[in-house]
């Protein structure tokens, strides 16, 4: 198992600018989901993918989109930046989603300045 | 609404003390039920979880977890704790409607230290 890997670790843009952030998921898992997590907090889900399609989003504007690829890879795009985006973001996949339990990513540190 | 309160943002044992970290959680129905643990700057390792049957569920690194439905509580305890221990530990419900795979409901985490 390679578990699931992020990239990048740390990111710094600036308010107003877009950004993506990747996700690998572990192997044989075709669910994934991405969660933010702000300091001191919880994290929140933001959306999840299963076979390609958006199976579920969280309380999260649009500005916030993804993508998830045929390899079961998948992307968080983040549009309009603000400075309370600035948070570690967290990618998890599943075999079965929340019944097969989540795989955790060490996360993408993003700081908006 | 479904939630997940953790009623102590910070507790401080001895190591070889015994630890027990509360967490309570509202779902209407039978819910999927977690632990995670998060060292500083990383992401979460799972503990242990609790789907149906024994409520009383082993993990991973001495943990165990007992669910409770009457008090809606997942308690998480260990019985000797190690300086390693030292992290911060989320509770999480999953919440699964309709024909979604489910995410999870997190509380707001419980920092753990330990005192030599």
């Known amino acids: 198992e390679t578990g699931v890997t992020q990239s990048p670790t740390h990111l710094i843009k600036t308010r107003g600018q877009q950004v993506t952030l990747r996700c690998s998921s572990q192997s044989g898992h075709n669910t994934v989901s991405w969660y933010q997590q702000a300091l001191g907090q919880g994290p929140q889900f933001i959306f999840q993918?299963?076979?390609?399609?958006?199976?579920g989003r969280g309380n999260f504007p649009p500005r916030f989109s993804g993508l998830q690829f045929p390899n079961y890879s998948s992307e968080l795009n983040v549009n309009a930046l603000e400075l309370d985006d600035s948070a570690l973001y967290l990618c998890?996949?599943?075999?079965?989603?929340?019944?097969?339990?989540?795989?955790f990513g060490s996360g993408t540190r993003l700081t908006v300045v | 609404a479904q939630s997940v309160t953790q009623p102590d943002i910070h507790i401080t044992v001895s190591e070889g003390a015994s630890l027990e970290l509360r967490c309570n959680y509202s779902?209407?129905?039978?819910?999927?039920l977690f632990w995670y643990v998060q060292s500083p700057g990383q992401g979460l390792q799972l503990l242990l979880k609790?789907?149906?049957?024994?409520?009383l569920v082993q993990g991973i690194k001495g943990f165990e977890a007992e669910f409770k439905r009457s008090q809606s509580s997942f308690n998480l305890r260990k019985p000797s704790v190690h300086w390693s221990d030292a992290a911060e530990y989320f509770c999480a419900v999953g919440a699964k409607d309709g024909g979604s795979q489910g995410n999870l409901i997190f509380g707001k985490g419980t920092k753990l230290s330990v005192k030599p």
């Open positions: 779902y209407g129905a039978t819910p999927y």
């Open positions: 609790y789907f149906s049957g024994d409520t």
């Open positions: 993918y299963y076979r390609e399609e958006e199976n």
């Open positions: 998890a996949s599943s075999f079965a989603g929340v019944v097969g339990g989540y795989t």
